[in-house]
């Protein structure tokens, strides 16, 4: 958590002397200093918000923060968001004055302070989720009697004085840009000439007005200004600065590090005989190395110290005393980084204080010096001429980790004798902050999901959240927390899992099991898997092509280092496997990430281990061109395996596809075990199930599923089972239920299919006639109708259909394929055939699916050799195109081919129903 070292950047930051306790609200003019609005004139403009005017005074060591602001009450939305206003302020650094609260009502104001209207003074801690105490209290003012039409107007100050700056004072605000409109808008900022105050334009924030007169210094800007122009979200931050405005008394960074210096003296702060002490002496005893006494000593505070912002009584820059956070065991950036301060110089290690930008580092190098530029504190240690930044509140540092140089781009040494900005140089890691062992099994083949093994090691930050897991004991919910961390690696189910973590190394792992979905893409018959590791399917396009961004440059994230070490196992002991793309690679640094692979091909396995990290950097804008070109010969060549005509699923027999499916059923046995009421898994098995040919166990699985949730993809599933499984009517209905509950168009069509399967042609029909549809849906009927009217006396009325529908899309390929198709199945005016199937080809792009339905065609007008060159070739683009391989096996046993009996038998094997499908349209095959 980064909170605690400073409270609000763009709110009031205000400084020194003693407080001014203010734990009521006054009511009182307004300051004698600020200069009235217009308010007619603002009324004029006919703007939602009618005034926003804000005004400051930087004067004595307080900040006084004056805001007028008007609204248009112009609907109910507007009304209930401002029936009541809420005011807050910090009683320790100052006061809430409230000038003005009224309703203009048709041209005459209503005081509703002088009506009596008093606040409800309430101390609540909005960032309590963030681990912040900050005292705030907020005054609610209910407006009694505002109706649509009033506009409502409400005055107010904060005075803010902080007690850790000596006097010194800042603020800083941000400036509203257009497409915001206002009636009239204002920031003016003012300050005696000779107070010392200096100011600073941030962002696209333009020149403001300056004006002296009577010993004050006055700059002030018209709101709202111009759009700010977007800057990309990869450049640096000190361009994606938001325009402001930043005062104080602050000439240089180091008045900045030396005003805060008293804050961090360390000098007696551990006294013999604490407790802390002995702490000190424990790290002293255990090693006489300063690199190990200061990993040891940022331990115990990260570890034993609870984080907790402590912004009350002066809080926002002053630390508790490390006593104090060692006997209390919680703290915030400051009391941690004085904590671990204190024990690194009792241990003689050399150490100072350093403030930093957790959010916008590198915005810091173009603001005005100001306390407010930072939002952190942490430790800069320099051991054998190394700098090591130790931060108290991140968590699992060990050494291997302290030599990582976080992202804060610059810091500023708190030093009494003050100190410049320094740039964090950044190294490159010496280990990894994530590491994968992952052993994927393939041997089941390329069809058929696939078995992995998973290690997942993190350090540092990754470790620290990684270790909450290992205390759970709970199997179902450590499950629960596997699966969705592994959902960025892959899509799979995960059925084991356990989490560990070793407080002495800090390492933290994730050891699980799980199903690989789909391993292999298919295409052809060129079965591949792409090889994603830490040096793979990486992108480099930074946009730069509007011309105010042609000379910004990239910003990379980190640092971050991965690595994996990864087997695949090959199908078929790596029979017709191969590797494509770049195998080993020697350490290079593209576009600011450093690569290395190792990739090992042995014939039956491939073995990569590899590493890729990045840390904080710049590529210059000129440089990203040759930086993108590189990224993307080095993606180009990511290595795949690819394996030559695998064998595929629809090719083994019963016997040999149930041992392979057993390795796969058997582990969701334990997750069905393990969590009865959970119906994903019992759908998950009832698919397995059905790709093992084992209907009856995939039926008794998507029962129970249905019987636990009883959802319409579940009857969906089920009436797949029961077509695979011949049970056509029970297909039927369970594909109504489906229609039931979805009732859209595509459950429609799967109902009305399934009634036509069964041989309820009419009743599938009915179905259709009963849906109103319009748009691109009558494309989608048209079809649909088709498939199930050849069989009836409406065939004429399914043409007319598609006819209508292509009149609507002329040229669409799979309205061109529904014509082709339906004059092959039911024998359709087959003379115009060939013509309208040359066609639908060329639409399709010869599509193995078009290709098919020619083939019908061709079948019909009793030209084999053309329908077996259709065949061929839809077969070569989707070898398991079952109805390819079913009419190619008919007319090959017409011939006498033996091999006929093995495309029929393929056929049946992906489609159960195939047979049944073509003795609807006259077709059967031969009994050989």
């Known amino acids: 958590m980064r909170v605690g070292f ?11 002397g003693p407080a001014i306790a203010g734990e009521t609200v006054r009511f009182e003019k307004a300051p004698e200093w600020v200069v009235p609005v217009d308010f007619d004139t603002a009324v004029a403009k006919k703007e939602e918000i009618v005034i926003f005017d804000r005004q400051l005074r930087l004067e004595d060591g307080v900040v006084q923060r004056y805001t007028d602001v008007a609204y248009d009450i112009r609907n109910a939305d507007v009304l209930s968001k401002l029936g ?126 300056v004006v002296d007169r009577n010993g004050y210094r006055t700059v002030e800007l018209i709101l709202p200004i111009d759009k700010v122009e977007e800057m990309p979200e990869d450049a640096p931050a000190r361009f994606r600065v938001r325009p402001a405005v930043m005062t104080g008394t602050f000439a240089t960074w180091s008045d900045v590090a030396s005003v805060m210096a008293p804050h961090y003296v360390t000098e007696g702060s551990i ?15 255990a090693t006489d190395d300063p690199l190990e006494r200061a990993a040891l000593a940022l331990r115990s505070v990260q570890d034993e110290i609870n984080y907790l912002m402590n912004g009350m009584d002066g809080g926002n ?134 078995l992995y093994d998973i290690e997942v090691e993190t350090r540092g930050v990754l470790a620290a959240r990684m270790a909450a897991r290992a205390t759970e004991t709970d199997r179902k919910t450590i499950l629960g927390h596997a699966q969705k961390y592994l959902e960025d690696v892959f899509e799979s189910v995960v059925y084991d899992a356990a989490y560990s973590y070793d407080p002495e190394t800090g390492i933290a792992k994730l050891n699980a099991k799980g199903i690989l979905v789909e391993p292999f893409g298919i295409e052809r018959d060129v079965a591949t898997h792409t090889i994603y590791t830490a040096t793979t399917n990486w992108v480099f396009d930074p946009d730069r092509g509007r011309a105010a961004w042609r000379d910004i440059p990239y910003r990379t994230g980190g640092p971050m280092t991965s690595a994996e070490e990864v087997i695949f196992m090959l199908p078929d002991g790596g029979k017709g496997a ?28 491939v073995m990569v281990k590899d590493w890729s990290s990045y840390v904080p950097s710049e590529i210059a804008a000129a440089d990203i061109p040759a930086a993108k070109a590189a990224m993307r010969t080095l993606s180009s060549a990511d290595p795949s395996i690819r394996i030559t005509d695998p064998r595929r699923y629809w090719e083994l027999d019963d016997a040999e596809l149930a ?76 594909a109504r239920m489906a229609y039931e509950l979805k009732g859209d168009l595509a459950s429609a069509a799967s109902y009305a299919g399934a009634l036509a399967l069964a041989g309820r042609d009419e009743e599938g029909l009915a179905v259709l006639d009963a849906i109103d549809v319009s748009g691109d849906e009558l494309s989608e009927i048209a079809q649909v109708f088709a498939e199930i009217a050849g069989s009836t006396d409406r065939n004429e009325e399914a043409w007319k259909k598609l006819e209508d529908a292509l009149a609507e899309r002329p040229g669409d390929e799979l309205l061109l394929n529904s014509q082709c198709w339906f004059v092959g199945t039911w024998n359709f005016r087959i003379d115009d055939g060939e013509q309208l199937c040359d066609k639908a080809v060329k639409a399709g792009n010869y599509s193995a699916a078009v290709l098919d339905s020619r083939a019908l065609v061709f079948h019909r007008l009793g030209r084999e050799d053309d329908a077996l060159e259709d065949l061929e070739a839809a077969l070569k683009k989707a070898p398991g195109q079952a109805a390819s391989l079913y009419l190619r096996g008919i007319i090959r046993l017409g011939r006498g081919e033996p091999d006929g009996k093995k495309d029929i038998e393929h056929a049946l094997r992906l489609s159960p129903d195939i047979a049944t499908r073509y003795r609807r349209y006259g077709i059967t095959a031969p009994k050989r």
């Open 659 to 734: 041992q392979r499916m057993k390795g796969l059923i058997e582990p969701t046995d334990t997750l069905v075990k393990l969590l009865p009421d959970e119906a994903g898994y019992y759908q998950f098995r009832s698919a397995l199930y059905s790709l093992g040919r084992d209907y009856k166990s995939a039926l008794a699985d998507i029962d129970k599923a249905i019987a636990i949730a009883g959802d319409a993809d579940a009857y969906d599933s089920r009436a797949e089972v029961l077509r695979q499984a011949g049970r056509l009517d029970e297909a039927a209905e369970a």
């Open 578 to 605: 191969g590797l494509t793309g770049t195998g080993n690679l020697e350490e290079q640094v593209v576009a600011g990430t450093r690569f290395k692979r190792d990739l090992v091909f042995d014939g039956s396995s």
């Open 6 to 16: 400073f409270l609000a950047t763009a709110a009031s930051i205000v400084i020194a």
């Open 271 to 285: 006294p013999a005989g604490t407790p802390l002490a002995a702490e000190v002496e424990r790290i002293r005893d």
């Open 317 to 450: 820059y002053l630390p508790q005393s490390p006593v104090e956070t060692w006997t209390l065991r919680y703290g915030d950036c400051k009391a941690k980084t004085l904590l671990l301060l204190a024990m690194l110089r009792a241990l003689d290690i050399e150490a100072e204080a350093a403030m930093v930008n957790s959010q916008d580092g590198d915005a810091v190098s173009v603001w005005q010096p100001l306390p407010g530029a930072f939002d952190h504190v942490l430790v800069k240690a320099t051991i054998d001429g190394t700098d090591y930044w130790l931060d108290g509140t991140s968590a699992g540092t060990r050494i291997e980790t302290m030599w990582e140089v976080p992202n804060f781009a610059y810091a500023l040494p708190i030093r009494e004798s003050g100190s410049q900005l320094i740039k964090l140089e950044q190294r490159w890691p010496k280990v990894a902050d994530r590491t994968y062992r992952i052993v994927y099994d393939f041997s089941r083949g390329v069809d058929l999901p696939a």
């Open 84 to 209: 009541t206003l809420q005011f807050g302020w910090l009683p320790d650094k100052g006061d809430l004055i409230l000038h003005r609260l009224e309703i203009v009502r048709d041209g005459k104001a209503i005081d509703l302070i002088a009506e009596g209207v008093q606040p409800e003074v309430i101390r609540r801690e909005t960032e309590l989720e963030r681990r912040t105490v900050n005292g705030a209290l907020t005054a609610l003012f209910k407006v009694p009697g505002i109706k649509v039409g009033d506009i409502l107007r409400f005055s107010s100050s904060t005075t803010s004085r902080d007690q850790a700056l000596a006097g010194a004072m800042q603020a800083t605000e941000g400036l509203t840009p257009k497409p915001t409109r206002l009636g009239f808008g204002r920031l003016r900022m003012s300050w005696p000439s000779d107070s010392g105050v200096h100011y600073a334009m941030l962002g696209q924030a333009p020149d403001p007005t």
